[in-house]
Structures are given as C-alpha cells and as structure tokens.
Nanobody, 129 residues
Framework: QVYLKESGGGSVQAGESLRLSCDTS???????????MAWFRRAPGKEREGVAA?????????ADSVKGRFTISKDNDRNNLYLYLQMNSLKPEDTAMYYC??????????????????WGQGTQVTVSA
C-alpha cells in the first residue's frame, strides 16, 4: 500500500529548478505530532541514494552531491503534512526517480532507506545538458 504521494517532477534543462512535493496526509493519524521524513532517488542502474532528510527536531541532513543546491522543508501551515524538496542548479546527474519516505519512529536524522517505513511511488526528474 502506498501511503505517500509525490508530485512536481518533470523534464528540465541543466541549471534550472524544480520543486517536489510529498503529501503525507494519508498517515495523519499514524504520525500525529512526530515524524521524520526524507527524499531518496534512484537513477537507472544505480543504488538508491538518500538525498535529504529532516528529523523530528527539525535538523536537516543532505547528501554531499546536493549540498548547496537542494533544500528540504516541511509545510508548517498544514501541520507538517507536506514535505518539499527545492532543487536548484540541476545537473544531468540529478536525473532519477525521486521518492518521499517517512516514519513515526525516528532516531537521528537519517539518509538510510532502512530507517523509513512509509514510501511513495516516486516522481521522475530528468535533467538534460
């Protein structure tokens, strides 16, 4: 069962921006006031990679490959039900399927997929040179 819903992917040129969104409202009762969330990506022929994460305390963690270009955030106006990933200065190597992940049982802010129970189906991001 898919609990999270991503949107915002698309095809862009290198240097352009995209903003991904993740709707976690289906898990409103599961999460209540605590959740840790993250974005992952998988490029063709490559392993899944943690891109950015936000912990229950608001701490953020980024993969080295996206630091300074990507920003993860939560929508406080909607009780943190929405997760975002602002992606600037996109590069062809950012091309991948991007997935949102979340959990209610959280340790330190993590970029490991095994630390998240709930996942979306993904949204495709394609960056051309």
């Amino acid at each position: 069962q898919v609990y999270l819903k991503e949107s915002g992917g698309g095809s862009v040129q290198a240097g352009e921006s995209l903003r991904l969104s993740c709707d976690t409202s289906a898990l409103r009762d599961t999460f209540k006031d605590q959740r840790c969330m993250a974005w992952f990506r998988r490029a063709p022929g490559k392993e899944r990679e943690g891109v950015a994460a936000v912990g229950t305390d608001g701490s953020m963690r980024y993969a080295d490959s996206v630091k300074g270009r990507f920003t993860i955030s939560k929508d406080n106006d909607r009780n943190n039900l929405y997760l975002y990933l602002q992606m600037n200065s996109l590069k062809p190597e950012d091309t991948a399927m991007y997935y949102c992940a979340a959990d209610a049982i959280c340790g330190p802010t993590s970029l490991l997929g095994e630390d998240y129970k709930y996942w979306g189906q993904g949204t495709q991001v394609t960056v051309s040179a």
